[in-house]
C-alpha cells in the first residue's frame, strides 16, 4: 500500500507569515495527491486536487506544488481563517487512499 | 443545496455491531463514488471504505476488513455502513464523502469533494 508521510506535524506562525507543509509518498503517484483543511469539530474541507489545482471557491493564497514524490502546501499570507490541520491524501488510482498524519498549524 | 447527512453512530459494547446510515441530497447520487473516513478522538483521517457508483467496485480498509460491509440504496439516495465486532479501537467519528472525478489537463483524479458532519462511534462497556 502506498504511504505518505507529512511534516512538520504542528506549526507556529503569524498572521501574514507564508508558510509551507510537505508530503511525501513511497512511490510514485503522479499528480494524485489532494489538500484538505480541517478545523475543530468540523469535518474536512477539499483545498486542493491534482497536486495544484484550486478546488472552487479556495483563496488563491493557497499553493500545491509537485516535484516527483514530494509534494507541498504553502499558504502565502496567513489570515485568521487559516489556522487549522492541514491533511494531504493520495488518490492513487484504486484504495486504500491514505493520508497523512496531519499539520496543526497554530497561531504564534 | 449539496448534502450528506449520516446517522446511526452511539454507544455500542465490545463485540457489537452498527450500521451507520449516510444521507445524500442535492446531487446525482447515482452517478458518484462514495467513501466512508474515520477520525479517533484527537488523531488524524484514515481512510475505510469506498463504494464505486455501480456498487460493483468495493473496498476496504485493512484495518476493518472483514468486519464491514459497505452497501448503497440508489432508491433512497443512501450509502450505509455495517460494522460488527466492533473494538474499542474502532472509537471515532465517521465521515462518508462523495468521490468526485475531477479534470486536469485531460486527465481524471479523484478528490473527496462533499463531506458529511459525521456520526460518532463509541465502543466501551
Known amino acids: 500500500d502506498i504511504q505518505v508521510t507529512q511534516s512538520p506535524s504542528s506549526l507556529s506562525a503569524s498572521v501574514g507569515d507564508r508558510v509551507t507543509i510537505t508530503c511525501r509518498a513511497s512511490?510514485?503517484?503522479?499528480?494524485?495527491l489532494n489538500w484538505f483543511q480541517q478545523k475543530p469539530g468540523k469535518a474536512p474541507t477539499l483545498l486542493i486536487y491534482a497536486a495544484s489545482s484550486l478546488q472552487s471557491g479556495v483563496p488563491s493564497r493557497f499553493t500545491g506544488t509537485r516535484s516527483g514524490a514530494d509534494f507541498t502546501l504553502t499558504i502565502s499570507s496567513l489570515q485568521p481563517e487559516d489556522f487549522a490541520t492541514y491533511y494531504c491524501q493520495q488518490s492513487y488510482y484504486t484504495p486504500p487512499y491514505s493520508f497523512g498524519q496531519g499539520t496543526k498549524l497554530e497561531i504564534k | 443545496e449539496v448534502q450528506l447527512v449520516e446517522s446511526g453512530g452511539g454507544l455500542v459494547q465490545p463485540g457489537g455491531s452498527l450500521r451507520l446510515s449516510c444521507a445524500a441530497s442535492g446531487f446525482t447520487f447515482s452517478s458518484y463514488t462514495m467513501t466512508w473516513v474515520r477520525q479517533a478522538p484527537g488523531k488524524g483521517l484514515e481512510w475505510v471504505s469506498y463504494?464505486?457508483?455501480?456498487?460493483?467496485?468495493?473496498y476496504y480498509a485493512d484495518s476493518m476488513k472483514g468486519r464491514l460491509t459497505i452497501s448503497r440504496d440508489i432508491a433512497k439516495n443512501s450509502v450505509y455502513l455495517q460494522m460488527n465486532s466492533l473494538r474499542a479501537e474502532d472509537t471515532a467519528v465517521y465521515y462518508c464523502a462523495r468521490v468526485n472525478v475531477m479534470v486536469w489537463e485531460e486527465t481524471d483524479y479523484y478528490g473527496m469533494d462533499v463531506w458529511g458532519q459525521g456520526t460518532a462511534v463509541t465502543v466501551s462497556s
Open positions: 512511490q510514485n503517484i503522479g499528480r494524485y
Open positions: 463504494i464505486s457508483e455501480t456498487d460493483k467496485i468495493i
